[in-house]
């Protein structure tokens, strides 16, 4: 149970060009989904908070017309990164909050799970 | 503030050693969460472990234990007969009831054969 799928794995492009990259929730709703940014060798940075139907809470220094996140419904989150440069290129995790058995989920409650990660290389 | 510390960066144990990688926290509210989550090669984020603050108890799951002491604010976790599969990156974590999550800065752990 609550496993966690983002597509895709791994995206090249061009710079200048934006990308999308999916966060689904598989057996679980999720009202709320999380977008990390990773760098080598590094620990997660939280970019932004994802609540289905209301915008995103972003963290401070990320550039919300940038990093454009859509929460459209209970088990699907986005992320855009848009005009993408080489040094956008780096590691993106989503994951998404399980209420736990108790609130309709199928996990631990109030744990994040982590969806596979998408390795971005903005040419 | 809410801040995770892991002090060690990388460690390396010959395999079927034992090893325990130490979480040290910070928290001002009275109920949180602290967590374990395993990050291998592949980057994906496994979750481990959850434990309330209001339980202290010990927990073993095969050869996983976690330690829990409030009174030092840690959260250590101890591989007991390493092995090759459980070298990967270890984070912490800290979070309120319903809060965002505070992730150390990971433990890389490898097991050499």
């Known amino acids: 149970g609550a496993v966690v799928s983002q597509h895709p794995s791994r995206v090249i492009c061009k710079s200048g060009t934006s990308v999308k990259i999916e966060c689904r929730s598989l057996?679980?709703?999720?009202?709320?989904m999380f977008w990390y940014r990773q760098f080598p060798k590094q620990s997660l940075m939280l970019m932004a908070t994802?609540?289905?139907?209301?915008?995103?809470?972003?963290e401070q220094g990320v550039e919300k017309d940038k990093f454009l996140i859509n929460h459209a419904s209970l088990t699907l989150s986005t992320l855009t990164v848009t005009s993408a440069h080489p040094e956008d290129s780096s590691f993106y995790i989503c994951?998404?909050?399980?209420?736990?058995?108790?609130?309709?989920?199928?996990?631990?409650?109030?744990?994040?799970?982590f969806g596979p990660g998408t390795r971005l290389t903005v040419l | 503030a809410q801040k995770v510390t892991q002090a060690q960066t990388e460690i390396s144990v010959v395999e079927k050693e034992d090893v325990t990688l130490d979480c040290v926290y910070e928290?001002?509210?009275?109920?949180?969460?602290l967590f374990w989550y395993k990050q291998p090669p592949s980057g994906e984020l496994v979750f481990l472990i959850r434990?309330?603050?209001?339980?202290?108890q010990n927990e073993i799951s095969g050869r996983y234990s976690w330690n829990f002491q409030k009174s030092t604010s840690s959260f250590n976790f101890t591989i007991t007969a390493s092995q090759v599969v459980d070298s990967a990156v270890y984070f912490c974590?800290?979070?309120?009831?319903?809060?965002?999550?505070?992730f150390g800065t990971g433990t890389s752990l490898t097991v050499i054969p």
């Open positions: 057996d679980f709703q999720a009202t709320t």
């Open positions: 994802s609540n289905e139907g209301s915008k995103a809470t972003y």
């Open positions: 994951s998404a909050r399980d209420l736990g058995l108790a609130g309709g989920g199928v996990g631990i409650a109030d744990t994040q799970y």
């Open positions: 434990r309330n603050s209001f339980d202290e």
């Open positions: 928290t001002r509210d009275t109920t949180y969460y």
């Open positions: 974590a800290l979070s309120g009831v319903g809060n965002q999550f505070y």
